[in-house]
Every structure is written in C-alpha cells, then in structure tokens.
T-cell receptor
Framework: NAGVTQTPKFQVLKTGQSMTLQCAQD?????MYWYRQDPGMGLRLIYY???????DKGEVPNGYNVSRLNKREFSLRLESAAPSQTSVYFC??????????????FGPGTRLTVT | QKEVEQNSGPLSVPEGAIASLNCTYS??????FFWYRQYSGKSPELIMS????GDKEDGRFTAQLNKASQYVSLLIRDSQPSDSATYLC???????????FGKGTKLTVNP
C-alpha cells in the first residue's frame, strides 16, 4: 500500500514554461486535494475534487488547472509558470472513517522552482 | 474564510518534559480536529484526530478538545528529540471535507 504518491519530486522551470504534477492514491478515497506550502503562509488549498469528474476551486486557484482523471489520479497543471508559483506542492486524499469523519493523508510533495 | 490559529512559537522544551501545543478555531460548526506533524523537508503526517469533547490519548500524545471554548490542544509527554518538528492543527471548513490549517508551531526538544 503506497498511500499517496506524487511525481516529480523536484522540478525547475523557466518563466512561461508549462508542466503537470501527477498524484495517485491507492486507498480508494473519493476526495483528493492539491495544496501549496510557502514559508509564513502555511498550507493553502489550490483545488480539490470530491469525486471522479468533479473539481472545485480552493483558496489560491489562479494560474492552475486540475484534472481528476479517475478515482485514483488527480493532476495539477501550470500552463505558464511564474516565479510566484515557486513552492512546495502537496497532494492529499481523504476518505470517510467510522463516525462519518474524513481523514486526509498527504503525498511526499513536489518542490518546484520557477526562475 | 474560517480561521485556525496556533501559537506562533517556536517552542523549546528539554528532553523528558511535556510539550503543550494550542490551537483555536473560529468555525463553531467544526466537529472534527486534526493534528499533523511535519518534519523539515517532509510532508504533513496525521498523528491525532479528535471528534468529541474531552481527551484522547495515543501513546505519549494526548489531544484535548473543548468545543465551547473552540480550543484544541496537543500534549506530548516525555518529549524526545525525535519529536522536534512543526505541528499543524487543522479543522474542516464549515461542513465540508476541506480542511483549514493553522500556520504551525515549531517544536524543538533539546537533549
């Protein structure tokens, strides 16, 4: 059971380049999330998906697009990278436990630098 | 935007002491609360979930929830240098699955 996996682990982009961050989970969770973490700002939600085929904006969606390819996979795309998107990106997934509550589990992260 | 506030820290305790981490939240609808531990350069790891008023114990960790005061805490007994990390408190946003995270408290346990 790998949990939540992310690729790549590190990436350096030039301003204006595009890339897709990949995320997959093997916990049969319905919900998946993309966060970014910046010093002093904490974890901020970019997009989330409550189920296959649905996505919703979070706190900081500008400059990003997402695709929920199937139940397992949720990708994050930067169409035209900007230095302000230099950050650590985390994918997470959550599923209901006994009592009806959700617990979120995180992937290892992608460190992205935009020059 | 509902908020989750944590002591900004950093917090430093000697090995073997009790470390106390605190969190307040603004959304009265929240029913579940989570503590994550994040080592430097690593991803957040869920260490405690609490859903009802009172205490929940798991090994050296105790989470305490007071819904009336909108306050949740994490106590770490017999602190070890390996507990040195940033601890994040999180609560659901309204009745949704989305979590709002505090900015974290950095804990250092000195040998």
């Amino acid at each position: 059971n790998a949990g939540v996996t992310q690729t790549p682990k590190f990436q350096v982009l030039k301003t204006g380049q595009s890339m897709t961050l990949q995320c997959a989970q093997d916990m049969n969770h319905n919900s998946m999330y993309w966060y970014r973490q910046d010093p002093g700002m904490g974890l901020r939600l970019i997009y989330y998906s409550a189920s296959e085929g649905t996505t919703d904006k979070g706190e900081v969606p500008n400059g990003y697009n997402v695709s929920r390819l199937n139940k397992r996979e949720f990708s994050l795309r930067l169409e035209s990278a900007a230095p302000s998107q230099t950050s650590v990106y985390f994918c997470a997934s959550s599923g209901r436990i006994a009592g009806g509550f959700n617990e979120q589990y995180f992937g290892p992260g992608t460190r992205l630098t935009v020059t | 935007q509902k908020e989750v506030e944590q002591n900004s820290g950093p917090l430093s305790v000697p090995e073997g002491a009790i470390a106390s981490l605190n969190c307040t939240y603004s959304d009265r609808v929240s029913q579940s609360f989570f503590w994550y531990r994040q080592y430097s350069g690593k991803s957040p790891e869920l260490i405690m979930s609490i859903y009802s008023n009172g205490d929940k114990e798991d090994g050296r960790f105790t989470a305490q929830l007071n819904k009336a005061s909108q306050y949740v805490s994490l106590l770490i007994r017999d602190s070890q240098p390996s507990d040195s990390a940033t601890y994040l408190c999180a609560a659901p946003q309204g009745g949704s699955e989305k979590l709002v995270f505090g900015k974290g408290t950095k804990l250092t346990v000195n040998p």
